[in-house]
Every structure is written in C-alpha cells, then in structure tokens.
C-alpha cells in the first residue's frame, strides 16, 4: 500500500509543479516572446511539457520514497498533495473561460490571456490554502 501512496503523491507532486512550470512560462512569454510564434511549435511545446511531467514524476517518486521511510506523517502530505490534484486541474479548466469572461465584460480586447493566466494564479493560492486548512487543520 506505501508503493501506492508513494507513486500517488509523486503524480500529484509532479503535475503541480508542472503546472507552476506552464503558467510562469506562458507569464514570461506572453511579456518576452510574440505568443503568435508559439503556434507553430506547440507540439514541440507540449512534448517537452510532458517530459518535464514525467521526469518529475520519476524524480518525485524518489523523493517520496525516502519521505515515507523519515516522515512519521507522510499520510499527511499524501494527503496533501492528492487532495490538492482535482483543484489543480479544475483550476486549468476554469481559468481561461474566466480569462475570457472578465476580458468580455471590460471589453479587453486580447486580454483574455493574461487575465486567464492571472485567474489561475489567484485561484491556486486559495485551492493552496483551502487544503492546507483542511489537512494540516489546527488541533483543538
């Protein structure tokens, strides 16, 4: 069951930060770098995203493993990051149809992407903090 636990929360691990990975890349591109020039590579984009994904993945599992034999409460961070997974993808699926919506609403023509990208930003921090209450919740 540890074996579980361990490649559970490494997959979790591993998509969070991924997904910290892609916003501050889009973030970062979107100020830097044309955004129209990244449709031609975005396979390429999305290929290397996933390697990243997976060698985070490997590199986690790693990590995990060895938390589990030092951390008497690894349940907890399991928990942690397994709960904080669902948010996380709830989070890319909302985001840029918020984006979209407050750009629509102010009338902010091609504003839509960095008002997504900044959606997810404020959202992360309060899945983060939801979660963190209610697994690290204060004992009374």
Not at 34 to 61: H, K, M, T
Not at 105 to 114: K, N, R, S, T, W
Request: with cysteine.
């Amino acid at each position: 069951m540890i074996i579980l636990k361990i490649i559970a929360c490494a997959f979790s691990m591993s998509f969070c930060f991924t997904s910290v990975l892609i916003l501050v890349d889009l973030s970062v591109e979107l100020f830097f770098v044309a955004f129209s020039d990244r449709y031609g590579y975005l396979s390429e984009w999305l290929q290397e995203r996933c390697v990243y994904f997976v060698v985070l993945w490997i590199f986690f599992c790693g990590i995990c493993a060895i938390l589990a034999e030092k951390l008497k409460d690894f349940d907890r961070l399991v928990n942690f990051f397994v709960n904080l997974f669902l948010p996380t993808v709830a989070i890319w699926i909302i985001s840029p149809f918020l984006g979209i919506t407050i750009a629509a609403v102010f009338e902010l023509h091609g504003g839509d992407i960095l008002i997504g990208i900044c959606t997810a930003y404020v959202l992360a921090l309060i899945v983060v903090t939801e979660v963190l209450k209610q697994v690290y919740s204060p004992k009374t």
